[in-house]
């Protein structure tokens, strides 16, 4: 068995008469584990180096000036011919001409590597061919040792049937599996028995290795990934992009951790991913976004130096090792050079897409002299750039590593709050302005954490969608909702409707349409089963509630993330009688032309309008704008935010249809949302005649 490192000391010569390309490829063999890799850029020097070290195999650049590729192959065979088969050395030829291909496996070479040059490609058949050139070594040397000569037969000899005379070495003496390989549709049995390989009868044992170097990148890839299952290592590379992979990286780092150590050199270690792929992704199909990271990819080599390591650690995160001399300025330099490049759009099957980056950095040794603290550092760098907005960079402080393990505190304790029934809907009523009475609530959920209080969902809800766990908290948000309205009615308060906040990110996964469709069918409507979740619809039969009086509120950044798959989700929606709201208006896109595309029944006017109204003319001007184009389109406002007389007066006047806001009440608890319906509170009287202050 040829071990994995006896293939990675494999001694290699690179012959390039450019030195970016020698660095290339010096870098690529380098981070892959390559330990003996010497390289010329005088191509008149590639044949006497060979003699003195007898190199495993040769890269060769086929176009070079004072001596070509093809001029230096048959330098090499000159050296093959002298009498010694082992001087043979395997020979990969590098061109970006497809012509040269044909032209150098006649001159002898082994395979050919195309520019420009395809990291995994380029690694398995070299792998590939020293494996090759490895085994014909081991075979020789066990016949040698057998001190037999293994002649070739005349053809006549095998149609005498004399098979057994051909290469007469007895099976026990062979060395053990030298090749086993799946090549177009046929099978190459091992060579455990070469008297009984079909394929290589009449044939003398060079030539037959040679028929199995694998000249084509798909016969070369499979049998890499396998030689390197079979000796324990795992491929290094990723498929999609041909960068390193999350393996590859973590063992990259901790190499040049030790480097550095030696050296007295600072390490940067950045973790980066692209702000919101996963809408691209989602809305685009995978294809789409598999190419898109493929680009991405390349866009980020070019900003590296050769030396630098870059990886996929995973879907659309990618890790850079940066080394430096003293400081880490470099890193913040390269994260400006990957954000600048790109700036320029990226096209796809005629479509331009625009994307940023959030990048996250951390340094060796200030902040850890540890290859895993350093990433986790990172990632937490890359969780503050995201925090900011998306097209940033951020350098790793204590104070992150401290948010960081508040934040992982706070996921462990969000997931054991799901099961112990942490959670409880607070209420805030919706009041006509027409008549002052409350014709609805918004339920608004809460975390009663044990030994912290009540914590306001912009502290959770975050980590929610982070995590996934937002499905699963939202489908018990509908069917708590659907439960309560089932109590008021019950206590003969009447049918009070209620509003819930859905997440993006239970639309992205079809979660929410799947929970209203169940909820529909328990409650006896009788619609059409739709393939989504079904928590809803199994609450709104429980529960045994029209499904009129669940309102659904979707924010409009939302929508628009998936505004082709949304319409036919919203669509399914209203056929089963659930109502549908535009949260935050007027914050997003605000358009008329997509309004009109949603069957929506109720648009909020976001509480950033609100509450300026009085003092500030733009918003004014935006509030009635929202509120005439609703109108036209026979959709209620509500305005939401609503503390003050003055507030509320201007939107009674600007027709404004109902409101939500401290200036009526607080969100408050079910039960004391129930006092208030059983007094049949109502609105203060206003002074509605009076002229706003803007007009």
Not at 321 to 336: D, K, Q
Not at 510 to 532: C, H, M, N, P, Y
């Amino acid at each position: 068995m040829i071990t994995a490192s006896r293939i990675f000391n494999s001694r290699i010569l690179i012959v390039d008469d450019r030195k970016e390309s020698v660095e290339l490829i010096r870098g690529m063999l380098d981070h892959a584990g390559y330990t003996a890799v010497s390289f010329t850029t005088d191509p008149r020097t590639a044949c006497s180096l060979h003699r003195a070290n007898r190199y495993d195999l040769i890269l060769l650049d086929i176009v070079m000036p004072l001596m070509d590729g093809f001029e230096v192959i048959e330098c090499l065979r000159e050296i093959g011919e002298t009498g010694e088969r082992d001087t043979v050395v395997p020979i990969l030829v590098i061109s970006r001409q497809p012509a040269h291909r044909e032209r150098a496996l006649r001159a002898g070479a082994k395979g050919f590597i195309s520019k420009p040059i395809n990291r995994l490609q380029t690694l398995a058949r070299i792998h590939d061919v020293l494996e090759i050139g490895l085994l014909r070594g081991a075979l020789r040397q066990s016949i040698a040792a057998m001190g037999k000569n293994v002649e070739e037969p005349s053809a006549a000899s095998w149609d005498q049937g004399k098979p057994e005379d051909h290469y007469a070495v007895p099976r026990q003496d062979m060395p053990g599996k030298l090749l086993s390989e799946e090549r177009r549709g046929y099978s190459l049995r091992a060579l455990d028995d070469l008297t009984q390989t079909e394929h290589l009868r009449g044939h003398p044992i060079d030539e037959a290795m040679d028929r199995y170097s694998g000249e084509s990148a798909e016969d070369s890839l499979a049998y890499a990934g396998r030689a390197w299952g079979e000796s324990g290592l795992v491929p290094r590379y990723d498929e999609l992009t041909g960068l390193p992979n999350r393996a590859l990286f973590f063992e990259s780092l901790r190499k040049t951790i030790r480097q550095a150590q030696a050296s007295q050199r600072v390490i940067s270690v950045l973790v980066l991913d692209i702000d919101n792929f996963k809408n691209v992704d989602d809305a685009m199909g995978p294809s789409f976004g598999d190419e898109l990271l493929r680009q991405f990819s390349l866009r980020l080599l070019e900003c590296l130096r050769v030396r630098d390591v870059i990886a996929r650690l995973g879907s659309d995160e990618f890790g850079c090792i940066v080394m430096t001399p003293e400081g880490s300025g470099n890193a913040g330099v390269v994260a400006s050079k990957i954000r600048e490049a790109l700036r320029p759009p990226f096209e796809l099957r005629g479509t331009h897409i625009t994307l940023t980056a959030s990048i996250g950095i951390s340094v060796y040794p200030a902040d850890s002299l540890d290859p895993d603290t350093l990433i986790k550092n990172s990632r937490a760098a890359l969780y503050e750039s995201k925090k900011a907005g998306g097209d940033a960079h951020r350098f790793f402080t204590e104070e992150m590593n401290a948010q960081a393990i508040r934040k992982l505190d706070r996921e462990n304790a969000l997931r054991r709050a799901i099961n112990r029934n942490e959670f409880v809907l607070y209420y805030q009523p919706q009041v006509a302005l027409s008549d002052g009475s409350i014709t609805g609530v918004e339920a608004l959920i809460r975390w009663n954490r044990p030994g912290y209080g009540l914590i306001a969902p912009m502290e959770f809800v975050p980590i929610l969608e982070q995590t996934g766990l937002i499905n699963t908290v939202g489908a018990w948000v509908i069917e708590a909702a659907c439960r309560q309205i089932a109590e008021w009615k019950r206590l003969g308060l009447g049918e009070i409707p209620v509003s819930i906040n859905v997440s993006g990110r239970q639309f992205s996964q079809d979660a929410l349409s799947r929970d209203v469709v169940q909820a529909t069918r328990r409650s006896g409507i009788g619609a059409k089963l739709l393939e989504f979740e079904f928590q809803t619809e199994r609450a709104l039969r429980e529960s045994s509630i029209d499904s009129n009086l669940l309102e659904l509120e979707l924010t409009e950044t939302s929508l628009m993330m998936h505004a082709n798959k949304m319409i036919d989700i919203l669509r399914n929606l209203k056929s089963l009688g659930v109502r549908l709201s535009i949260d935050d208006f007027g914050t997003g896109y605000s358009s008329l032309a997509y309004v009109k595309r949603f069957p929506v029944d109720v648009l909020k006017i976001d509480r950033s309008f609100v509450a300026d109204i009085i003092t500030n003319p733009s918003n004014a001007a935006i509030t009635t704008a929202i509120i005439d184009m609703a109108h036209s389109l026979n959709v209620k406002v509500i305005a939401e935010g609503v503390e003050t007389a003055e507030q509320c007066a201007f939107l009674h006047a600007r027709g404004c249809d109902e409101i939500q806001g401290y200036y009526f009440s607080e969100p408050l608890s079910a039960k004391e949302i129930s006092a208030i319906l059983a007094s049949r509170r109502k609105l203060p009287a206003l002074p509605l005649a009076a002229k706003p202050a803007i007009s």
